[in-house]
């Protein structure tokens, strides 16, 4: 079946530190990949997307590669602030599917 | 402005008395889900809803129902609510198709005593 693995946290950073959150995917036909960020007392919120192999997504100074090869779509930020503090989730949607999968969520606090 | 609604944000109950947590929409968006979040197991979908009057059950359906009477509105019945029914309630709606994101409602806090 479809499913998403992320790294488990949490994650305890410094202030412009540099941010890896790892997910890795399983799916049957050409998923679409996403990462979701929940604020504390929030809904998900879309951080970003890519719809296709080697397709980068990005926002905020986020970005993630959608790589078919190793099945990843890993998260990186280059220097995190404290207002990065949230749960990140990693989720994909099989084409011609509307079933979304989400990883296990990854927290990351931020320390100024 | 685009948005998922949902009420109550927070609810506390006793075991077996009914309730109802409403969700509505304003893109007029075909697919609706719920999901329940639970610490370590990320969201779980409970039901969800290609159009009006077309629901089907997702990973976890037991103890809930829906219906889609409107396009616009997803409400889920609690017919009996357990304490392993105490959890974190998403609303979300999209276009149909893998290439659109989900849209999040801000959440129901349950709380069965």
């Known amino acids: 079946g479809n499913s998403v693995t992320q790294m488990e946290g949490p994650v305890t950073l410094s202030e412009e530190a540099f941010l890896t959150i790892n997910c890795t995917y399983t799916a049957t036909g050409y998923p679409s990949l996403f990462w979701y960020v929940q604020y504390p007392g929030e809904g998900l919120q879309l951080l970003l997307k890519?719809?296709?192999?080697?397709d980068k997504g990005s926002n905020k100074g986020f970005e993630a590669t959608y790589r078919k090869e190793t099945t990843s779509f890993h998260l990186e930020k280059g220097s995190v602030q404290v207002s990065d503090s949230a749960v990140y989730f990693c989720a994909l949607r099989v084409y011609n599917n509307n079933d979304m999968r989400f990883g296990a969520g990854t927290r990351l606090t931020v320390k100024p | 402005e685009a948005q998922v609604t949902q009420n109550p944000r927070y609810l506390i109950t006793v075991t077996g008395k009914k309730l109802t947590v409403t969700c509505s929409q304003n893109?007029?968006?075909?697919?609706m889900s719920w999901y329940r979040q639970d610490p370590g197991l990320g969201l779980r979908q409970i039901y969800y809803s290609m159009n009006v009057e077309v629901t089907d059950k997702g990973d976890v359906p037991e103890g809930y129902k829906v219906s889609r009477k409107e396009k616009r509105n997803f409400p889920l019945i609690l017919e009996s609510p357990s304490p392993n029914q105490t959890s974190l309630y998403f609303c979300?709606?999209?276009?149909?198709?893998?290439?659109?994101?989900?849209?999040f409602g801000p959440g129901t806090r349950l709380t069965v005593t």
């Open positions: 979300a709606s999209s276009s149909p198709g893998s290439r659109h994101e989900q849209y």
């Open positions: 893109m007029n968006h075909e697919y």
């Open positions: 890519a719809t296709k192999a080697d």
